[in-house]
């Protein structure tokens, strides 16, 4: 399994930008696809956006625009730059993986989180 270790969730006001990171470790990173997912207080966890082996990336529609999913693969790193963030942005953020060209809807490995606190 691959290890996955985000970073970069924080405070910030509407409209403002944050850039999550997740670092993996353990496997060949660019055999994975990636993707992230958010979990708000008291609902399910949701889809975000994913990137696949070979770049194509996917997006939830309350995101389009607004968030843009990358992936450094000789830096073994996984981006989400947000923008234009808004309150309902609000979630803890987990990284996922799957080896496959495409991230599945139940990836096989998650990181622990981070938490995007959105004030408004």
């Known amino acids: 399994q691959v290890q996955l270790v985000e970073s970069g969730g924080g405070l910030v006001q509407a409209g403002g930008s944050l850039r999550l990171s997740c670092a993996a470790s353990?496997?060949?990173?660019?055999?994975?696809?990636m993707g992230w997912f958010r979990q708000a207080p008291g609902k399910e966890r949701d889809f975000v956006s994913a990137?696949?082996?070979?770049?194509?990336?996917y997006y939830a529609d309350s995101v389009k625009g607004r968030f843009t999913i990358s992936r450094d693969n000789a830096k073994n790193t996984l981006y989400l730059q947000m923008n234009n963030l808004k309150p309902e942005d609000t979630a803890v953020y987990y990284c996922a993986a799957d080896r496959s060209t495409v991230l599945t809807t139940a990836p096989r490995s998650w990181g622990q989180g981070t938490q995007v606190t959105v004030s408004s």
């Open positions: 353990g496997r060949t990173f660019s055999n994975y696809a």
């Open positions: 990137i696949s082996r070979g770049g194509s990336t």
